[in-house]
């Protein structure tokens, strides 16, 4: 399977690693993953400071570690849907909060005549509070990565 997702992965948090692990395993042990990261402008206009090689490098240390790394592209994104609309994809790797751009995605698909992509819609992790984790969150100072309560 082709596989793809996207975000701004900062700070980086166990729901992203969620994503990630069921990106991998979609793919399966001969597919790809395509992660498209944030570009820096767009990581900025939504208050993020960490650079895009930042970013990327914090998610090829937790793919190496599940030895997903050879079968992963990472590039930035400079819009919301990537190359999400136009590449071959089978499938997109979603959080309930970002469904909407993926069935966004999936009719952008339709009108000019490509097959729409599986959407694996990933429940949130939940912090100790039962909140979903979210870098706004931790950017917050609600919980850490972990989604422990500081």
Known sequence: MRVCLGGTFHPFHRGHK????IAVEAAGSTGSV????TDDDIAKQKGI???????KHDLQ??????????????????????????????VIIVSPETQPTAEEINKKRRESGRTPLQIICVPF??????????SSRI???????????L
């Not at 395509?34 to 990261?37: A, D, P, R, S, T």
């Not at 030895?67 to 994809?89: E, K, M, S």
């Not at 992790?125 to 979210?134: G, K, T, W």
């Open 49 to 55: 400071t960490a650079s895009f090689e930042k970013r």
């Open 18 to 21: 969620a994503l990630l692990r």
């Open 125 to 134: 992790v939940l912090a100790e509070d039962q909140q979903p984790i979210s």
């Open 61 to 90: 240390r937790f793919l190496k570690d599940l030895h997903a790394l050879n079968q992963v592209t990472i590039q930035p994104l400079h819009d919301r849907y990537g190359p999400a609309v136009t590449g071959a994809f089978d």
């Open 34 to 37: 395509f992660i498209g990261v």
């Open 139 to 149: 950017r917050n100072k609600e919980i850490d990565e972990d989604g422990r309560l």
